[in-house]
């Protein structure tokens, strides 16, 4: 047998090839992309290359080799191959061609084979078998030519085919003709009444029974005899709660009453009513069936066999539920649906036992069987709804029995009876009674007060015995109307309670337990009770009658406590202390019954009174009622009367106790009153007392001030005189106490209000132009404790009684033009109680002045203006006790008028605390202001010197140095005296303000500081009483001086002391005035009449007298007065330590009138001497330079105007221009340089490298280091800056010195003056550069390089990257080598450290700020020349700068030294000129500045200390905003814009 050709797809061939569509001949075998071939390739070296580096590290090296190798010899041979794949594709062509043409042929072959196979498995399989039919040409031929077959059988259409269908016109006409066939049957037939509505349509007759069923008939002929078609049956009958939208009937079901019912239509001559009678039975079946299975499921689910229960069911008959079983009835409560047994085609009926009436009944069937919602539920509900009404009916005619004209109310569903208790009555407030549709009892309550108690004992009642009623109704009344007072008392201090814990009930009937009462608990008052007696009124029993008691009671812990009979008064008692064992007992001492309609009506209050009709008005209205008001309407719950009573008890109880207590202080009033249109009460106060009498008869009052001002002898109680009183008493109009309540604290305060007419002294405060000035004091009400109250309004009189006897007199003096007091001050405002004064250049500071209670005396308080500050608060205690002591308002004004410059000058010095004064870490005031007296003030600088300053009149103030003692010579060891204080305030000095200077022989008799003090106030004369002030320290047998008759004497006589006085007491310059301190009018045998009194006495101005002022007064044109303080003023203050009379009052006898000459340099010529041997100019000037230089000297006052005060005490810029600080007055840079001065003295008497050399010249500090002599001076021309003058010595024979050139000593002056001792000022630069000019010569030459370099960094050229500042105090940002702010140069061992900032000059377009900043260390040993930067022992790894700065000194030891020659500036040149920036700086902290040499660098501690790069910091005394950058603990960014420092 041949072989089976196989299908092409299964050949070997076709499975191993791809032929592409379209493609005849393709290769046979498996063909692939030649850019794939190489990735393949690639891919799989890449791969053999990634395993090999995994592999090859756990391998030997000879494995390693091995694999490499074959790796190499596979890659090799692959590559290979591929080479001769490409060069053999080059010549493929011929190749595809040949293979195409082959794979041609064999599929030609394929094709051929294939087909042979077939037609030999057809012939010899399928063939076989197959067969031809006989085919029936004549009906293919009938069918494909005529396209018809007429040969089927006949019976098929007669049997198969329906007949042609009627056309719409004639159905038309057949359904109207049926119509008319149905209409005819149903007139001629009998029809049922329930089935009398019909609808004919479509042939058919549809009847519809409502609730029931729905029917369709028709008739099939129009023969008579023709039955009824039944066509469809709809039962309506529906179960909408239980039957979850299902129909209620089977499908079955329906179809066998439709047979059924079509059975009995046949040959029945009463077809409509056999159809209504089986449809009407079954579907009332359905009906009963659906409401016993709803009654099941709502006892089962709902409801419990108490509540329903089915008593009886017949299914199609009746269903008979019970309901209200727990109510005990003798027929029970139930209802029956039943249908009609007399008439079937009646629908269900619902019987009621016991029985309703017709109406209720037929109700409650339609509701819930004869409607749309066939529901037990409804028929339930409805049912216990008419049940209930029935019985609330029944009970309200009950309650009308003993409630007449009471309006019930009975609604709602479930049915509510509401039966008001009280009249008016909230519906809220009414009893609501209903009856639980369960269980069919009644059930009561009271909507708003649900929590009642009498409500379940009411609810009982109406369940059982009724006869109670009447009596609950009245318990429940009382017991609302005691909720409607705690109601009514929400909002009022006051609370309700029905009981009092009474120890022993009272004997009255009102207070006997029961609800017939309510107390009430005042919150203010907590010894008085309200009683509110309650009671029904007889007529009407609702309406409630309210009568008030007034109680007072007292609390005690037990019978045994006893009352005090004070318990009785109005007045409540003081809390007493408490004691072991708490009072919660009530003890009533005392009830007041009320009067209800006067209690309840005011003077205000209007009273509707009816006028008769007949009466005729006269005189046009008068008798005519007044306007009708609107009434107001209170609620329900709300009682007036009990508000108004509390309200008015609250408030008149205060007020009463208040008149009690004014009555007890003997202060008469009128008793309380009602105002006008009733707006308040008030009680008048008729008259209060004089301030000062013991008006009290507790002995109370101002007893204790007077007793305080008695035991203090600084402050005085004002004398008020009787006109003064008189007057006071006629302005006064009246003097109200009112009530009122603090909004914000709510707490209840006096207004006491008094009405003045006018005042005696004008204001300029717009409220104080019209004659009634108003004055209102507001205090507590403390409720307990009256007495205070009064003692308080006793105390505020006397404010007002004590100013305005200041006041009064005040008021004549400034209507008094001559003393031109409207120009120095204004009065802003004065109400009686203050006084505002304004004054100044612009009236805008003010002087507030008021009486203290609590001092005794008067206050006053300063307050500054817009443009300016008010100075006179730091000697606020010194005037008001100069005011306590003279009570003159015209004094004090003058003094606040003449001393407001100097003081607003004062103001202006700083008193910020500074550091490093005397030590670095010890703040130290600038500035402290110490004021003594009105005109006299003590200024500490730096707790170090003090300066005294006296204010004068005509603007003058003298200034003394304070630590010269004006009590004995010695000197006050607080304080250190100022040299050169007298030559630089003389520098001021106005010479055409002040008298003459001193003559220049004043320096061959030191004046004493005691003597010399007295001239201007000093304590000198406090033991001095009589009218010449002569001085205690002058003993009676000193020699006076020569008469000025006697010839040739120009000059005073020594002032020697006699043998017998004490040699210790000096020479006073006051000659004695007499033994015993006589008058001026007697003869003075001691005076030296032979020349005009002793220079330092003071004389007179040029001008003339001065012209009278409380500074200066004038009694007698005789006397000449020195420019000191007030002498009126003195002479009040004798007893003072602070202050002294001046002796100015002595008058020189024969005294010549024309002044002295002034030794001032820079006098005219023509105030020569006139007397032989006198000096000239040029004596005289260096005589007094040489006195103003002494020690002493500043103990002398100077005078100085205000303008030059102001001058003196002004920040100013710095006279010497070189130095850039901030602007600072120029008495503090004199005292800074003074204290500079005297620290370098100290410093170089604690040096032992230093010597001292005396110095001839006063204030000149000379000393000498190794081979330099140093001076060094204040400034003669301002004395505000301090100089050193540098001189080279000569060489010694046996040591040779360096030798300085004059340029490096001129750098080394100028360095001291501009770094050193410039502002601020702090002693420890000073160590520093002493300690620099104590090095060696070559040394010393290194470091004024140095200096030069930072004072003119041009002379570096452009190689330097670095600016250089040496720092003379150790700075925060420096390594702690050195404590923060000492000085910062240290010898020791031949070495040196000192601390350089260095500031890297800005390039490249950068900013200084943008500049880092660098501190470093430096130490040189001088003995091994070497520099280098100090490191710490610690090992602390530097920051890179540092490391690098560090790293270029080192490398310049080893290769740049040069023989002979000091290492210090070259090393510093090399750092400045090298020192790269490095990339790892870290970023600056803000606490340290930098700035270019040249410009200072301020290196600060906290507020002024700091150590300055260049020695000094910022300055400490200006304001903090004026403070300049400071250098932290690190470098920062940001040049300094101060100057050099």
Same mark, same amino acid.
């Given at each position: 047998m041949a072989p089976t050709p196989l299908p092409l797809e299964q050949m070997p061939g076709a499975s191993a090839g791809y032929l592409p569509a379209g493609q005849e001949g393709g290769p046979r075998i498996n063909t692939m992309s030649m850019s794939v071939l190489i990735d393949f390739i690639i891919q799989r070296t890449y791969h053999e290359l990634m395993v090999l580096a995994e592999l090859l590290p756990r391998k030997t090296d000879m494995e390693r080799k091995v694999e490499i190798y074959a790796y190499a010899a596979r890659t090799r041979h692959l590559f290979t191959r591929l080479n001769a794949l490409v060069k053999w594709g080059n010549s493929v062509s011929k190749v595809d061609k040949s293979s195409q043409i082959m794979s041609f042929l064999d599929k030609q072959n394929m094709l051929f084979v294939e087909t042979a196979d077939m037609l030999a498995r057809m012939s010899r399989e399928t063939l076989v078998r197959a067969r031809l039919p006989n085919f029936h040409i004549p009906a293919a031929v009938e069918v494909l030519t005529t396209g018809t077959y007429n040969r089927l059988p006949t019976c098929i259409r007669e049997r198969i085919v329906p007949p042609d269908a009627i056309t719409p016109a004639e159905k038309k006409q057949t359904l109207l003709r049926l119509n008319q066939v149905i209409q005819h049957r149903l007139v001629t037939g009998k029809l049922l009444p329930q089935m009398r509505e019909f609808r004919i349509r479509n042939g058919r007759v549809t009847f519809e029974v409502k609730h029931e069923f729905s029917v369709a008939l028709t008739v099939m002929g129009d023969s008579p005899n023709v039955p009824w078609r039944l066509l469809d049956i709809d039962i309506l009958v529906e179960d909408k709660e239980t039957g979850d939208g299902k129909s209620l009937v089977h499908s079955l079901q329906v179809n066998y009453i439709h047979q059924l019912i079509q059975a009995r239509l046949v040959e029945n001559t009463n077809a409509l009513s056999e159809v209504y009678n089986c449809l009407h039975y079954f579907c009332q079946s359905l009906q009963l069936e659906v409401l016993y299975t709803q009654t099941l499921r709502l006892n089962y689910e709902r409801l419990d066999d108490n509540n329903i229960t089915v008593e009886e069911y017949v299914p199609g008959v009746k269903l008979t539920v019970s309901y209200w079983r727990d109510l005990k009835s003798e027929l029970g409560y139930r209802l029956t649906v039943q249908s009609d047994p007399s008439e079937i085609g009646r629908p269900l009926a619902v019987v009621h036992v016991p029985s309703l009436g017709a109406k209720e009944s037929a109700e409650v069937a339609d509701r819930a069987v004869r409607s749309d919602h066939l529901s037990m539920e409804r028929l339930i509900v409805h049912t216990v709804y008419i049940r209930s009404v029935s019985r609330l009916s029944d009970l309200k005619l009950e309650f009308q029995a003993f409630l007449k004209d009471v309006d019930f109310n009975l609604q709602g569903t479930p049915a509510i009876l509401t039966v008001p208790v009280l009249s008016p009555c909230l519906r809220a407030e009414q009893i609501h009674i209903t009856i639980d549709t369960h269980t069919g009892m009644f059930r009561c309550h009271v909507p708003k007060h649900l929590d009642c108690p009498i409500t379940d004992d009411m609810q009982d009642c109406l369940n059982g015995d009724r006869s109670k009623l009447p009596a609950l109704l009245s318990e429940l009344r009382y017991w609302i109307t005691h909720r409607r007072c705690e109601k009514t008392l929400q909002h009022l201090p006051a609370t309700a309670t029905e009981t009092l814990p009474f120890l022993t009930l009272p004997e009255q009937e009102l207070l006997q337990t029961g609800r017939h009462k309510i107390y009430v608990k005042l919150h203010r008052h907590p010894n008085i009770i309200l009683v509110v007696q309650l009671k029904e009124k007889s007529a009407m029993p609702n309406e409630m009658e309210y009568t008030f008691h007034l109680g007072f009671v007292v609390f005690q812990k037990d019978e045994s406590d006893v009352v005090d009979d004070s318990a009785k008064q109005l007045v409540s008692i003081v809390t007493q202390p408490p004691s072991e064992i708490p009072k919660l007992y009530t003890k009533l001492m005392r009830l007041i019954e009320f009067d209800t309609f006067v209690a309840t009506h005011g003077p205000g209050t209007e009273v509707d009174a009816e006028i008769s009709p007949h009466k005729r008005k006269s005189n046009g209205d008068i008798l005519a009622p007044p306007a009708k008001q609107q009434k107001t309407i209170f609620p329900a719950y709300f009682i007036p009367e009990l508000a108004h009573v509390v309200a008015m008890c609250d408030e008149k109880i205060p007020f009463l106790n208040l008149a009690q207590t004014l009555s007890k202080h003997r202060i008469p009033h009128s008793g309380l009153q009602v105002e006008a249109n009733a707006t308040s009460l008030v009680l008048k106060i008729l008259a209060l007392p004089k301030p000062g009498s013991n008006q009290a008869a507790t002995g109370t009052g101002d007893s204790k001030p007077a007793a305080a001002s008695s035991g203090t002898s600084s402050t005085a109680i004002p004398k008020i005189e009787s006109h003064v009183w008189d007057d006071l008493m006629r302005r006064v109009l009246s003097i109200s106490v009112r009530s009122q309540t603090n909004k914000n604290s709510q707490v209840r305060i006096w207004v006491v209000e008094f009405v003045f007419y006018s005042t005696p002294l004008q204001s300029t405060h717009q409220k104080e132009q019209g004659n009634r000035r108003t004055v209102y004091l507001t205090y507590e009400q403390a409720n307990h404790d009256f007495s205070k109250t009064v003692e308080d309004l006793l105390n505020d009189w006397s404010k007002i009684v004590y100013l305005y006897t200041l006041v009064h007199d005040f008021s004549e003096q400034l209507r008094n033009k001559r003393l031109s007091l409207g120009d120095m001050l204004v009065v802003k405002s004065y109400s009686y109680v203050n006084l505002l004064l304004g004054y100044g250049p612009k009236k805008e500071v003010t002087c507030n002045i008021y009486w203290s209670v609590q001092s005794h005396g008067f206050r006053l308080t300063f307050v500054g203006g817009i443009s300016a500050v008010n100075a006179h608060s730091m000697m606020r205690d010194q005037l008001a006790q100069h005011l306590n002591q003279q009570h003159s308002l015209t004094s004090i004004a003058h003094i606040l008028h003449e001393t407001y410059n100097p003081m607003s000058s004062i103001a202006k010095l700083p008193v910020l605390p500074l550091l490093g004064i005397p030590r670095p870490q010890v703040p130290v005031l600038s500035f402290c202001m110490l004021p003594q007296s009105p005109c006299l003030m003590r200024l500490t600088y730096q707790a170090v010197y003090c300066l005294e300053l006296r204010f004068r009149a005509n603007r003058l103030v003298s200034i003394r140095d304070g630590a010269s003692s004006r009590f004995e010579r010695n000197v006050i060891e607080e304080f250190t005296p100022i040299q050169g204080l007298k030559a630089f305030l003389s520098k001021y000095v106005d010479e055409s303000a002040v008298y003459r200077g001193r003559a220049p022989h004043d320096d061959d008799n030191p004046l004493s500081p005691m003597g010399m003090e007295d001239n201007f106030g000093g304590p000198s004369s406090v033991a001095g009483v009589g009218a010449g002030g002569s001085s205690p320290f002058l003993g009676a047998g000193m020699r006076g001086p020569q008469s000025p008759r006697d010839s040739g004497l120009r000059f005073p006589a020594p002032h020697t002391p006699p043998s017998s006085s004490n040699p210790h007491t000096p020479a006073s310059p006051h000659p004695s005035a007499g033994g015993g301190g006589g008058s001026g009018a007697q003869s003075h045998a001691n005076f030296n009449l032979t020349s005009p009194p002793a220079p330092h006495m003071p004389h007179q101005s040029p001008g003339g007298l001065m012209p009278s002022s409380p500074l200066n007064p004038q009694p007698s044109p005789h006397m000449v007065h020195s420019p000191g303080p007030n002498t009126l003023y003195m002479q009040s203050h004798q007893d003072s330590p602070f202050t002294a009379m001046s002796p100015a009052n002595n008058n020189w006898p024969g005294s010549p009138s024309m002044p002295r000459p002034s030794p001032?340099?820079?006098?005219?010529?023509?105030?020569?001497?006139?007397?032989?041997?006198?000096?000239?100019?040029?004596?005289?000037?260096?005589?007094?330079?040489?006195?103003?230089?002494?020690?002493?000297?500043?103990?002398?006052? %100077?005078?100085?105007?205000?303008?030059?005060?102001?001058?003196?005490?002004?920040?100013?810029?710095?006279?010497?221009?070189?130095?850039? &600080?901030?602007?600072?007055?120029?008495?503090?840079?004199?005292?800074?340089?003074?204290?500079?001065?005297?620290?370098?003295?100290?410093?170089?008497?604690?040096?032992?490298?230093?010597?001292?050399?005396?110095? %001839?010249?006063?204030?000149?500090?000379?000393?000498? +280091?190794?081979?330099?002599?140093?001076?060094?001076?204040?400034?003669?021309?301002?004395?505000?800056?301090?100089?050193?003058?540098?001189?080279?010595?000569?060489?010694?024979?046996?040591?040779? %010195?360096?030798?300085?050139?004059?340029?490096?000593?001129?750098?080394?002056?100028?360095?001291?003056?501009?770094?050193?001792?410039?502002?601020?000022?702090?002693?420890?630069?000073?160590?520093?550069?002493?300690?620099?000019?104590?090095?060696?010569?070559? +040394?010393?030459?290194?470091?004024?390089?140095?200096?030069?370099?930072?004072?003119?960094?041009?002379?570096?050229?452009?190689?330097?990257?670095?600016?250089?500042?040496?720092?003379?105090?150790?700075?925060?940002?420096?390594?702690?080598?050195?404590?923060?702010?000492?000085?910062?140069?240290?010898?020791?061992?031949?070495?040196?450290?000192?601390?350089? #900032?260095?500031?890297?000059?800005?390039?490249?377009?950068?900013?200084?700020?943008?500049?880092?900043?660098? &501190?470093?260390?430096?130490?040189?040993?001088?003995?091994?020349? +070497?520099?280098?930067?100090?490191?710490?022992?610690?090992?602390?790894?530097?920051?890179?700068?540092?490391?690098?700065?560090?790293?270029?000194?080192?490398?310049?030891?080893?290769?740049?030294?040069?023989?002979?020659?000091?290492?210090?500036?070259?090393?510093?040149?090399?750092?400045?000129?090298?020192?790269?920036?490095?990339?790892?700086?870290?970023?600056?902290?803000?606490?340290?500045?930098?700035?270019?040499?040249?410009?200072?660098?301020?290196? *600060?501690?906290?507020?002024?200390?700091? &150590? *300055?790069?260049?020695?000094?910091?910022?300055?400490?005394?200006?304001?903090?905003?004026?403070?300049?950058? #400071?250098?932290?603990?690190?470098?920062?960014?940001?040049?300094?814009?101060?100057?050099?420092?």
């Open positions: 001032r340099p820079g006098q005219s010529p023509e105030h020569k001497s006139t007397g032989g041997g006198g000096q000239g100019v040029g004596g005289a000037d260096r005589g007094t330079r040489g006195t103003l230089n002494r020690p002493w000297a500043g103990a002398v006052p %100077t005078l100085l105007t205000h303008e030059a005060l102001e001058t003196l005490c002004r920040p100013s810029p710095h006279p010497n221009k070189d130095i850039n &600080v901030a602007d600072m007055s120029p008495l503090e840079r004199f005292l800074g340089c003074v204290y500079m001065r005297r620290q370098l003295h100290r410093n170089i008497q604690s040096e032992e490298t230093l010597t001292a050399l005396n110095s %001839t010249e006063p204030g000149v500090v000379l000393f000498k +280091v190794d081979g330099l002599q140093c001076q060094v001076m204040l400034n003669p021309l301002h004395m505000q800056s301090l100089h050193l003058k540098v001189t080279q010595l000569p060489p010694m024979p046996d040591k040779p %010195t360096f030798q300085l050139s004059p340029d490096d000593l001129l750098v080394i002056e100028q360095y001291f003056d501009t770094r050193v001792a410039a502002p601020p000022y702090r002693p420890n630069a000073l160590h520093s550069i002493c300690r620099l000019l104590n090095q060696p010569g070559h +040394v010393l030459k290194d470091f004024v390089q140095i200096m030069r370099l930072e004072m003119k960094p041009e002379l570096g050229g452009d190689q330097l990257k670095w600016t250089v500042q040496m720092c003379m105090r150790m700075p925060p940002s420096a390594l702690p080598i050195v404590p923060i702010g000492n000085a910062c140069v240290v010898l020791g061992r031949m070495k040196i450290l000192f601390f350089l #900032q260095i500031t890297r000059i800005p390039y490249n377009g950068k900013d200084w700020k943008d500049s880092p900043s660098l &501190v470093l260390p430096i130490v040189h040993d001088i003995g091994s020349n +070497v520099t280098q930067v100090a490191e710490r022992r610690e090992q602390i790894a530097p920051s890179p700068m540092m490391a690098a700065a560090s790293q270029l000194l080192r490398r310049f030891t080893d290769f740049g030294v040069q023989q002979n020659q000091c290492s210090l500036f070259p090393a510093i040149t090399d750092l400045l000129t090298n020192l790269q920036l490095t990339t790892d700086l870290p970023p600056p902290p803000p606490n340290q500045a930098i700035g270019p040499v040249g410009v200072g660098v301020g290196v *600060g501690v906290g507020v002024g200390v700091g &150590v *300055g790069v260049v020695g000094s910091s910022p300055n400490p005394m200006m304001p903090m905003q004026q403070l300049q950058p #400071q250098v932290g603990h690190g470098p920062q960014l940001g040049p300094n814009p101060g100057g050099p420092q």
